[in-house]
Each structure stands twice: as C-alpha cells, then as structure tokens.
C-alpha cells in the first residue's frame, strides 16, 4: 500500500468533473436541511474550489500507475488485512466512490451493527444529514490530492449519535485500479443534550404533547405512571436512553416501551364510539411521531378507490392499483418543521417512491440508513424530501386488513436514538393492521350512514307544497348514534275538500321500518282523496297495517281553508299531541287519544278540532323532541318544548322550529338518541293584492 501520483485521463477527467458537479448540487442541498452546519459547508466548498484548481493544473499531465503481481498483491493483502482488523481505532477502508468496502471490528461496534451490514453502503449513509455533503467533497479531495484532512464526523449509531474527528489517506493498494480511501476515527464522544441534532429537538415536548392528546383515551395508564416522567414517555428517548443499562434491562425497556405504544393506539383508535377515519388517522400519526419518530407520513386510496391492492402485485380491476394520496404529515412542532409539513402533505407518493412501492407489493420495507435521498420522493423545489426533514432512517408499511391494502405509514427519523430497527418495523406492521381495520369500519359505516340518508330523504317530501293563506314549515333532524334509516315521517297533500298534513313515528329503525314508513305515509296521501276526515285516514292506514309487524304512531290534521282564518280537524293515534301557539304567545295543546295504527281491528283515533286565526300557529312533532336526554338522562321534556314555542312565538314558522332545534341541541349537548321531527304550520293576513 502506498501513495501513487495522480492520472488525468480524459475519461478520468470527464469522471472528475461529473462528480465535482453533483458535490456541489449536494452542498447547496445541505445548506437548506433544518439547522444546517454552515462553517463545515463552507469549508467542504473551498476544499471543491482547491480540488477544481488541481484538476486544471494537472490536465495533460501524463502519469503511470504501478501493477504488482498477483501474488504480492496477495500477500500484501494478507497482511493489510491483519492490520487493518486488530487496529485499536474504528477504521473504513472506502473506494473511489465512497462506498464501503471493509470495516474493521472498532468501527462495526462504533455504529452498533455488523461489518456485513456496513460493506457495500455509502460511508456517508452513516453520517447525521447536516454534514453529509461536507464529508462527500473532503473525501473527493483527498481521493484527488492525497493530502491528508481532518473532519468532524457525527456517526449515527445505533443507541445514539457519535461525534468524532476522522482522518482521511489517500491508498493505493496493489491490484486495485484507482486509488482508495482509510477513513480513521480518533476519540469518539456522545453528543450532551444541547448538542443534539436540531431535527430531534423539542422531541420530549411532542410526546408530551401527544400524551396530553390521548390523556382520556390512556388516563387509566398515564395516572399511574411516576410524576415528572414526561422524558420517560419519550418515545424512542425512553427506549433508547436504556442504553447505559445492563443489555438484558434495556432489551425490556425497549420491550415494554413498544407494547405501551400499541396500547395506547388500541385505546385511541377505539375510544371514539362511531369510528371516523380522519380522527382514526391524524390521532395515529401523532402517537408516531411522538414515540417511535421524528416524521410520519400517512397515505391512503380513497374510499371508492377500489379497496385497494388486493394482490400481492396490487393489481387493481382495471390493471393498476388505485392511486395513493398524502393524508397527514406530522413533524416537529418548531417553524421550519410547520411550514415543511405543510408543504410535505402537498406531496403525493409518487411511483418509485418507497411508500408507493410498499403499497404495490403489500412488503414493508426498513431504511436503517439511508442513501437514496429520493426514497420519500422530492419537493416541489426539487429538494428530497429526506434532504428536507433530515431524515436519515426510514421504514414504511402497508396498511391493510388481511384482503386487501388501503394505505401505507412511513416513519422518518434523524437518527438522535439510532436507526430504526426490525423490533420498529414490527410494531408499526401491527399498528397499520389496526388502523386497517378501523379504516374499513368507518367506510362500511359511513357507506350505511349515505345508504340511510339516500332512503330516509325518500320517504319525506322533496319540498312542501305551497297551501293558499297559510305558511308551512317542517324540521328533520337524524338521531347522532347508528346508522339505519330512522321511522319518522310528514307529509303534506290535498284532501277531498281541503288540505291533510300528517306525522307519525315508526317503531324501529332499518329497512323494514323503512317499508312500513312508505306505505303508512303513502297510504294516508291515498286515502284523504275520497276520506275527508283524518279519523277515517287513520282508520284505512290502521288495516293496512294490520300484516305488518311494527306499529306506527302519528297525528293527522286537515285543514278547512276560510277567510283568515282555518278550521282544523286532528286525528291522533298514540302520538304526541299536536301544539297550538296563539299569536298573543298563548299555548294550548290539543286532546290526546287513540291507540297506535297497525294493533288492532277496531281501531279509534282520538278527535279535536281547532281554530286558527291569523298568526296562529300549529305545531306537530315526533317524540323524539320529547325524548332526547341530557347528561343526566334527564328528558327535554313538554314543558321545555311549550318554553321554546312561547319565547319565538312572534317569528315565522321557520324560526319557531329553528328555536326549537337550538334549544333541544343545546340540552342534549348535540347528542341524539332518536331522529327528530317537526311540522309547523301559521295562518297568514291576508295579501293586500
């Protein structure tokens, strides 16, 4: 091994000036990473500025190299190798390319892996994000002068970063065609907490914060945890900080710190009672990033999407898998890392991307250190993404429920905790299992929720007919907890001498109650057309329901049109009794009676007649209004609903029932146990016309 003058060929040249070409592209990437080392870019771009002059001086320049024989080349390989393995100092014998080809056992134990697993990567793969240009154009220089450098290097271990000052020598051993490169580490120190890298900064502070998020969902466990053990809810801090521990209690530290993250996710993703996919999704991300990284990136297909890759090759129905889209990104809570999470979810994972290419196969993939920069893709600004967020270990995996894949979770970290390893991967494989299935839950819901609704909205009135001299308004509100269609129903028609309106409440919900409200509510329109009094309505409605197996509730009135003002006729069977609100603000509720329809054959409905005057108004509604409950189970009740009527009773019918709304909402705290519904109907003056 020994030092050789330098060769200028021109394909050497051209090899030279592409390389110096990309260096420079890399150093000013590194002065746009998150808290850049600016003093070391700088003296990594004079080092470039001296290795352009020398390549210009020495163009032309005509030099030879030496060939040994391959026997002493063997033989000088034999020993170089003894030396090189028993060496008290970490030692990297690179190639021309910076890429690793041997490692001593120092070096191995510095990173915390195998000399296997380091052979074959890019030395700086190993090196923190912020100096990795730097150390890329002190390695060419030395490759091109031969002068010896000094560099500070951050290695990323796998406990904990470590910081060093490498010697870089040019070496030309005998049988290689181009020189290589021995990279020496001196002392090496563990990095204090002030001189951690600035993309792990503040990282305590968002598992604070994302326990503080999920404290409902974990109080049982939080509760019971020791006071002031924020930094022990670290994520990867707890874990890794075992590391001054004997091995056996950091293998359980590092154990009982991945099966507290999947309890906490099994409690947050369960803990809402009707499953939503973006609460489902934003609530994983943040326990993510807060305990196991520095980033995490969640992608989906949506919901028609076609379920997405049910093969392993993805194959969607048409050819292709369905297209993957940026959900949530969660970083770092400090500006810079805002403002790039903002822009990351902008994003898309396109093709050849590894959250892409995870989803395709449907294979997890693990990037302890990464060498492609490209792997998450690249920003509008042409920046990659890693090269963004600093990120310097990786891993990505498929989110799906055992048939088919919806999505993917990637995780970006910056190596403050060492590079994730296959005990991460399998915990983030579990976790996207659960939201799998979460996911699958809240679609099958939401898709029966627009079923119900589609149904529902069929069995009321596109819109009410206008009637002369009166106003009418009417108020349908779902009930908050299931998702079948509800048994209410109005409706408003003309009768044989005048006009009907009708309500009434289905008992159940579903689709056979969904059957028996459409032919209560289209049987009654039927009927008023040669029965001029809603009892004989109610009555024919009674025998059709009759082979039904539910029955039905519901107050009819008809209506008597006279000059300002209406006669009305209400015929009630088992149902709330119709309200009436005198212009004056005076209440009165109309008699009660009458059995539910579809019970028995000698079926009777409960009678009352009254008259409105101008700016009367008359309410009907279901028991749903009366029903709702608060906290307490305390019900809303007739009294609140006739306090309601008589405090808006100088508004317009729209505005009674608006009020109505508000104040039930209000009491119940927007939690329906049963769907709602109101008709209103007021005596209007006259038109001047």
């Not at 890399?26 to 600016?38: H, K, M, N, S, Y």
């Not at 945890?225 to 209690?249: I, L």
Request: include cysteine.
């Amino acid at each position: 091994m020994h030092d050789q003058p330098d060769q200028l060929e021109p394909e050497t040249l051209m090899r030279e000036i592409s390389d110096l070409e990309g260096r420079i592209g890399e150093l000013r990437q590194a002065a746009g990473v998150p808290e850049p080392d600016l003093r070391a870019t700088l003296d990594a771009a004079l080092v470039e500025l001296e290795l352009a002059l020398t390549v210009l001086r020495t163009m032309g320049a005509d030099h030879t190299g030496e060939q040994g024989g391959s026997a002493a080349a063997e033989n000088e390989r034999r020993v170089l190798r003894s030396v090189f393995q028993d060496a008290p100092v970490p030692l990297f014998l690179l190639d021309r390319n910076t890429s690793v080809r041997r490692v001593n056992r120092q070096a191995a134990a510095m990173l915390g892996t195998s000399a296997g697993y380091v052979s074959g990567k890019q030395f700086t793969a190993f090196c923190d994000m912020a100096g990795r240009a730097a150390v890329r154009s002190q390695l060419a220089a030395a490759v091109r002068t031969g002068a010896r450098r000094r560099v500070p290097v951050r290695f990323l271990g796998r406990e904990h970063p470590v910081d060093a000052v490498v010697t870089l020598a040019r070496v030309w051993i005998r049988g290689e065609p181009d020189p290589m490169v021995v990279v020496a580490a001196g002392p090496t120190t563990t990095p204090t907490d002030d001189q951690s890298p600035p993309t792990g900064q503040g990282k305590t502070e968002r598992a604070a914060t994302a326990k503080g998020a999920s404290a409902q969902a974990a109080s049982a466990r939080t509760a019971s945890a020791p006071a002031g053990e924020g930094a022990a809810h670290d994520g990867r801090a707890r874990a890794r900080s075992a590391h001054a521990a004997p091995p056996d209690d950091e293998a359980v530290a590092t154990i009982v710190h991945r099966m507290d993250v999947l309890a906490t996710a099994s409690e947050l993703l369960l803990d809402e009672p009707v499953f939503n996919e973006t609460v489902a999704v934003r609530r994983c991300a943040r326990l993510l990033a807060a305990e196991l990284a520095d980033w995490a990136f969640i992608d989906l297909t949506g919901p028609n999407g076609g379920a997405g890759a049910s093969s392993p090759a993805g194959a969607h129905a048409a050819g292709s898998p369905p297209p993957l889209r940026r959900q949530v990104v969660m970083g770092p809570e400090d500006e810079h890392s805002v403002e790039a999470a903002r822009m990351l979810e902008e994003v898309e994972p396109v093709q050849g991307s590894l959250p892409h290419t995870v989803f395709v196969t449907r294979q997890s993939a693990l990037r302890p250190h990464v060498e492609d920069l490209d792997v998450l893709g690249v920003c509008p600004d042409g920046q990659p993404v890693c090269g963004k967020i600093g990120a310097t270990s990786v891993l990505s995996v498929p989110i799906e429920d055992g048939d088919h894949a919806i999505g993917t979770i990637t995780l970006a970290a910056s190596g403050e905790y060492g590079p994730f390893d296959l005990m991460d991967l399998g915990v983030v494989q579990r976790l996207g299992r659960y939201l799998a299935l979460v996911i699958r839950a809240a679609r099958l819901y939401r898709r029966r929720a627009e079923v119900a609704e589609t149904l529902q909205a069929g069995l009321l009135p596109r819109s009410l007919p206008a009637i002369p001299g009166v106003r009418v308004a009417a108020k349908y509100l779902t009930a908050t907890h299931g998702s079948e269609v509800g048994g209410d129903f109005y409706d408003v028609f003309r009768t044989e001498n005048g006009w009907g309106l009708i309500l009434g409440d289905v008992c159940g919900k579903g689709e056979d109650a969904a059957a028996v409200t459409a032919t209560a509510r289209h049987c009654a329109r039927l009927a008023a057309r040669w029965k001029a009094h809603p009892g004989d309505v109610l009555g024919v409605v009674n025998e059709a329901l009759l082979d039904e197996d539910r029955f039905v509730t519901a107050v009819m009135a008809g209506l008597t049109l006279e000059t300002e003002r209406v006669i009305v006729t209400l015929g009630t069977a088992g149902h709330p009794p119709a309200v009436v609100v005198r212009a004056d603000g005076v209440i009165r509720s109309a008699s009660r009676g009458g059995v539910p329809l579809g019970l028995f054959e000698d079926f009777e409905a409960g009678l009352d007649t009254v008259e409105l005057t101008v700016g009367d108004t008359l309410i009907l509604y279901s028991d749903g209004v009366l029903e709702a409950c608060d906290m307490l189970r305390q019900e809303f009740g007739q009294e609140r609903l006739l306090e309601s009527l008589a405090g808006h009773a100088g508004e317009p019918p729209e505005g009674m029932l608006a009020a109505v709304e508000r104040a039930l909402l209000e009491f119940c705290d927007s939690d329906l146990r049963d769907d709602v519904s109101m008709l209103a109907l007021r005596v209007e003056p006259p038109s001047l016309g």
